[in-house]
């Protein structure tokens, strides 16, 4: 199963997102102008991830529904597969809002994606491509540009390019899926902290880690790559102690 058929379980079994409820087809969809459940699910995560939908925020199903061109029947469906991935939460007479995170539920996060970037590290890796090394070349030019400004919203789309490239290295399905919630549960939180942090150190770091990723990928050692990620993650989390230590954040 692959991610883009990941089920959700809404305790009546699970329901993909490639399904339609209202019958059409992709190719239908597509030259009537409307987006696909993936699409409209892709984009809303990224929404949130991003901090366009700021956490506790809630949001309107019907505005949702009239913004993509679609009814709210699939747009339901993919609200609820928000829900499973932890990003938002649907209450009776409250609506629809974003989550929230602490700083030790951040913590805690971190540790599960060590210890999955040791099981891919285990997994029998994809092809590394051309295309994979020319887009970490990229990230590396778009890195540098951050070295004299502080753009967090270009960090972060750095730090999301850099999660597909690694998301795509391994043949292990669940793995992938796995890491793909806890990834997109934790990037939030991670940027609401960089101003609190030396951004600038904060960009070098990451600098320093898509050169070495680069250069793993180079040698086609998907586990070398696995390694360096983990490093870096570490790196985090010891920053995340430091702060816990000094107080949680406000």
């Known amino acids: 199963m692959t991610s883009r058929e990941l089920p959700l379980y809404n305790g009546a079994g699970a329901v993909s997102l490639n399904e339609d409820h209202d019958g059409a087809s992709e190719e239908e969809r597509q030259s009537a102008g409307k987006m696909s459940k993936q699409e409209i699910y892709l984009e809303l995560r990224r929404r949130i991830c991003l901090l366009d939908y700021q956490p506790g925020s809630r949001l309107n199903e019907r505005e949702l529904a009239s913004e993509f061109g679609v009814s709210r029947t699939p747009l339901r469906t993919v609200l609820q597969r928000l829900e499973y991935d932890g990003l938002i939460i649907s209450q009776h007479g409250t609506g629809t809002e974003v989550t929230t995170i602490d700083l030790s539920s951040m913590r805690d996060i971190y540790i599960v994606r060590m210890r999955l970037m ?39 789309e750095i730090i999301i390019r850099l999660h597909k490239i690694l998301h795509s290295l391994s043949s292990n399905g669940p793995l992938r899926d796995f890491n793909d919630i806890l990834f997109f549960q934790s990037a939030r939180f991670w940027f609401l902290l960089l101003e609190k942090m030396d951004f600038r150190q904060q960009v070098e770091d990451l600098l320093d880690e898509l050169r070495m990723i680069r250069r793993s990928l180079e040698l086609r050692d998907v586990r070398l790559v696995a390694t360096v990620h983990k490093s870096h993650l570490a790196m985090v989390l010891s920053r995340l102690d430091a702060m816990e230590a000094a107080g949680s954040p406000s």
Do not use: I, N, Y
Not at 133 to 149: A, K, N, V, Y
């Open 118 to 156: 040791d099981a891919m590290a285990e997994s029998s890796p994809l092809l590394v491509t051309d295309d994979v090394l020319d887009e970490m070349q990229d990230l590396e030019q778009s890195c540098r540009q951050l070295l004299d400004g502080k753009d967090k919203r270009q960090f972060a």
